[in-house]
């Protein structure tokens, strides 16, 4: 497993950031992180959703998954996903296959680019990694279509490290959790520091998956389920009100 770029214990019992993350550091309090990691992973075992690529360890799998989940519902995702993987089982399957062929196997999940891009990443991981996905971050983050959250995602759901990730639900989660008011956005440096330290050592796979179902299922974008929610007591935008949040 590769070391974790946790945060390092303060005496006051708080967490803070490694040094290069200062700038955008947010201290939590160990309690509080505790309380968190706590809580969602409990909510996750009673909640968390039973989908398809969670069935499966395998990186190229778990590329497909991540690379349609990009701008596409879940539920037009699960269809395609299936058929795509039986059209293409392996990797080399689908470096072999010709671009055309493999942006009309997409059809009609739409961002043609994202085909494309997949394609091109199947193609260079034969070519350059004799067509293994490598789970180092930096070599992940050279394909063109990888960025850090698709790395992340590989990274914890395929090779079970413990890497963050932060996607649209997940910066809205820990936004409203850790930060309350402003604009999530603006705060990406600290929240992509934020969901590396929470993840509690060895647990980074159900702790990444548990974060993004909570963020689809209880804290969504428009209307959150704060009254039925298990951080309502020690989250900074409970209740959350459109108005009083943005
Ligand atoms: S209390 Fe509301 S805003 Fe806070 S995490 Fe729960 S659902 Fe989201």
């Not at 019992?13 to 706590?38: D, I, Y």
């Not at 991981?125 to 790395?151: E, N, Q």
């Not at 689809?216 to 009100?241: G, H, N, Q, W």
Request: aromatic share 10%.
């Amino acid at each position: 497993m590769a070391a974790r770029n946790d945060g390092m214990p303060r005496r006051n019992g708080t967490t803070r950031l490694k040094r290069g993350t200062r700038k955008s550091a947010l201290s939590v309090e160990t309690g509080a992180r505790q309380r968190f990691q706590h809580r969602l992973l409990k909510w996750y075992r009673q909640h968390g959703r039973d989908l398809p690529w969670r069935q499966t360890s395998d990186p190229y799998k778990i590329l497909v998954s991540e690379v349609m989940l990009q701008q596409t519902q879940v539920e037009r995702v699960i269809p395609k996903y299936h058929e795509f993987l039986e059209r293409y089982p392996t990797l080399q399957d689908l470096a072999d296959a010709s671009a055309d062929e493999v942006r009309a196997t997409w059809y009609p999940l739409g961002y043609n680019i994202r085909p494309f891009r997949l394609h091109g990443i199947a193609r260079e991981t034969v070519a350059r990694y004799g067509g293994a996905l490598p789970k180092d971050p930096d070599a992940l983050l050279s394909f063109k279509g990888i960025g850090r959250y698709t790395a992340g995602a590989i990274r914890s759901f395929a090779f079970n490290e413990d890497a963050p990730i932060l996607d649209t639900n997940v910066m809205r989660v820990l936004h409203r959790v850790f930060i309350g008011a402003g604009d999530p956005k603006l705060k990406k440096s600290t929240l992509w520091a934020l969901s590396e330290t929470l993840i509690p050592r060895g647990k980074g796979y159900d702790f990444n998956q548990a974060l993004m179902d909570f963020g689809a299922i209880v804290c969504t974008a428009r209307d959150p389920y704060c009254l039925l929610c298990p951080m309502k007591d020690c989250c900074k935008s409970y209740p959350f009100e459109p108005h009083r949040n943005s």
